[in-house]
């Protein structure tokens, strides 16, 4: 079992909060229909911003719940039907779910510019620009694999408006295999791209991958330690000790942040220890909810 003791720490810095821009066009919900990794009754719609198109759904009703799937750089709504934890099916009588393809990814449907000045200021624009557009200002985030960097990030970006976050199986910079996100981005997602947009040049690619994963070789990626430490999020931790989601990474941010808890490792089997580690999200939701 993980010692979930936090290590003493000192707060630096503070937390930066931005305010989303007011998206320019608007599309029409539409029934998901066969659309996969979605329950039947989830709504599909589209938020468009200059050059940026960005494919979301939602189910349910009540306290908004933004939920990523995994994937890495792929991270799109058809990850769901594959997923550890179907977000949009296990909470869907809880929460109004919202999930959405990220930009570029293979397999969804939203696109725009490879941003390498500011990538994981890009996706947090989108995915605010999303709730913008949704109407949405406060909400819980639920983020599967690389939904860790991404909570990371909109905490930093915008922590007025998260109301409590759970990081499944972040992904996180491992000593032991330092360039593995980089690699992977490269041979994987890189060369998917490339055959669906031969405009976007390997150079411009490659400056990308080395921005989001060599720029700060550490902790998850997308925020700093000294970040961590300030942010008074609240937070739950489901480990997982892979390349990808290395355990190390969990551990920090159960430790650094001050306001995090994190669950036993591991925790996807048997079948009855998952349930309870699922239902022990749902309660961790609905406690801040009521709070």
């Given at each position: 079992m993980i010692?979930?003791?936090?290590?003493t720490v000192l707060a630096n810095g503070a937390a930066a909060a931005a305010a989303s821009a007011v998206p320019q066009a608007f599309a029409q919900a539409q029934p998901a229909g066969a659309v996969p990794g979605l329950p039947a009754r989830a709504k599909v719609g589209f938020y468009e911003k200059g050059n940026v198109r960005i494919r979301y759904a939602e189910i349910g009703s009540g306290f908004p719940l933004l939920a990523t799937p995994g994937g890495g750089l792929n991270s799109c709504i058809a990850v769901w039907a594959r997923a550890v934890i179907n977000?949009?099916?296990?909470?869907?009588?809880?929460?109004?779910?919202?999930t959405m393809d990220q930009r570029n990814a293979t397999g969804g449907e939203s696109t725009g510019p490879v941003p390498s000045d500011d990538p994981w200021g890009a996706f947090a624009d989108d995915q605010l620009g999303v709730m913008d557009h949704l109407g949405i200002n406060k909400f819980f985030f639920f983020g599967n694999c690389i939904g860790g960097p991404f909570a990371m990030k909109l905490m930093e970006r915008a922590p007025q408006r998260v109301t409590a976050a759970i990081l499944s199986q972040p992904v996180g910079h491992s000593p032991a295999n330092p360039d593995y996100m980089y690699d992977a981005g490269k041979t994987?997602?890189?060369?998917?791209?490339?055959?669906?947009?031969?405009?976007?040049?390997?150079?411009?690619?490659?400056?990308?991958?080395?921005?989001?994963?060599?720029v700060r070789p550490d902790f998850v990626y997308s925020v700093s330690r000294d970040f961590a430490k300030s942010c008074q999020t609240s937070m739950l931790v489901l480990p997982d000790d892979v390349a990808a989601h290395p355990l190390?990474?969990?551990?920090?941010?159960?430790?650094?942040?001050?306001?995090?808890?994190?669950?036993?490792?591991?925790w996807k089997e048997p079948p009855e220890l998952k349930a309870r580690t699922i239902?022990?999200?749902?309660?961790?939701?609905?406690?801040?909810?009521?709070?």
């Amino acid at each position: 079992m993980i010692d979930s003791s936090r290590r003493t720490v000192l707060a630096n810095g503070a937390a930066a909060a931005a305010a989303s821009a007011v998206p320019q066009a608007f599309a029409q919900a539409q029934p998901a229909g066969a659309v996969p990794g979605l329950p039947a009754r989830a709504k599909v719609g589209f938020y468009e911003k200059g050059n940026v198109r960005i494919r979301y759904a939602e189910i349910g009703s009540g306290f908004p719940l933004l939920a990523t799937p995994g994937g890495g750089l792929n991270s799109c709504i058809a990850v769901w039907a594959r997923a550890v934890i179907n977000i949009p099916e296990e909470f869907k009588n809880d929460f109004r779910v919202i999930t959405m393809d990220q930009r570029n990814a293979t397999g969804g449907e939203s696109t725009g510019p490879v941003p390498s000045d500011d990538p994981w200021g890009a996706f947090a624009d989108d995915q605010l620009g999303v709730m913008d557009h949704l109407g949405i200002n406060k909400f819980f985030f639920f983020g599967n694999c690389i939904g860790g960097p991404f909570a990371m990030k909109l905490m930093e970006r915008a922590p007025q408006r998260v109301t409590a976050a759970i990081l499944s199986q972040p992904v996180g910079h491992s000593p032991a295999n330092p360039d593995y996100m980089y690699d992977a981005g490269k041979t994987g997602w890189a060369k998917e791209l490339r055959e669906r947009r031969p405009d976007v040049s390997m150079e411009t690619i490659e400056k990308y991958l080395h921005d989001l994963y060599r720029v700060r070789p550490d902790f998850v990626y997308s925020v700093s330690r000294d970040f961590a430490k300030s942010c008074q999020t609240s937070m739950l931790v489901l480990p997982d000790d892979v390349a990808a989601h290395p355990l190390v990474a969990s551990i920090d941010v159960a430790s650094l942040c001050p306001n995090a808890e994190i669950t036993v490792f591991p925790w996807k089997e048997p079948p009855e220890l998952k349930a309870r580690t699922i239902n022990r999200a749902r309660t961790f939701l609905k406690r801040h909810q009521t709070a």
